[in-house]
């Protein structure tokens, strides 16, 4: 089972110690940048909800898109992993954090940008049962 | 609670290890990456499964101690990313990720790597991990010192320079304030004479690691890592920890 499994898990495990074994509604926003496998990780989160017993009434997975601002001269792009060699994108997908190895502003050429949405996994929205 | 889900991933992950330590300090240069390093290695070779993992992000160099290159390091998929083995030890390090190319991680991009590479590296049979650092205080080790304590017991590195003495007292009042009642202290080139400092700030004198000429002699292969002639003092202080 590849590493989409362990993203899965830490959502369950968020709703555990949180309490929310009953939902009405669990929205996951799936950051680009990352290039998580949309059914794996959908796959994974069925499971591990199942075996531990949650019960989702409606369960939504989206692509969010990425996008990154540049700190030197203010300029934002979008960027998508397919322009991207196969290393690098393996590479961020495990680290999305690793765009910063590879990339630079396309306008001023600075190494000082943040990733402002779309990194990666996180919980976009739940609705208590 | 955190609303981050790689945080509770993190903490799951963290958990299950017996032994967890952070090798801190907020001075550079007193020789934290080799401490961690030859520290987990040698423990390693005392039949103890241990880990090794490397969080400084912008400037990793555990690699180059174990010596081993980027491209040479890899991680299986399992159920998360499974590190790299080295006999019993088992390493995990972003430059496989990045390779050596520079790296610029500002404040929160930092805490989102920390808190991304301990949910999903998976150190399943490790009964000691062994965290490398940053120097300074930055957010990893705030990461560490607030959201993770009682999770991970720190190990404080400094030689028997008064520049690196005051910073370890600075330190330790943080750590202190943040509720952390067990300090590790490690002398790095030094020969003992930390342990005054180190019984009137209430921490626990692990022992020391005498300074050697040539650091090169003990680092970069397996070989010579296991042939260091300062071999001795690690081991010791393993037996403290």
Redesign the interface.
Known sequence: ???E???A???V??L???GFRKVKSLKIGLGILQSIDKEIFSFSLQELLREKGFSVEKLEVVDEGAELACHTCGFRWSLSPESMDEAIR???H?????I???AKCPRCGS??F??TQG?????VEVLPG | MSSDPRFHGAVKRLKQIPKVYMVLSSKGGVGKSIVSTLLSYYSSLKNTPTGLLDLDFTNPSTHIILGFRPEELSYREEKGLEPFKIGKLSYFSIISFTKDNPLVLKGEEARNVMREVLSIVNWVGVQKLFIDTPPGLSDEQLEAIYNLKGLVKPIVVSTPHKLSIQSVSRLVRILRDAGVSEIILVENMGSGELKTFADSEGLKYAGYIPFVENIEECIGSISKLENCRIREYFEAILTKI
């Open positions: 089972m590849v590493h499994w362990a993203l898990e830490s959502i495990l968020f555990e110690n949180n393996e590479s961020i495990f680290v999305p954090e690793s910063h190895a590879f190494r000082d943040t990733i990194r990666g996994i996180r919980i």
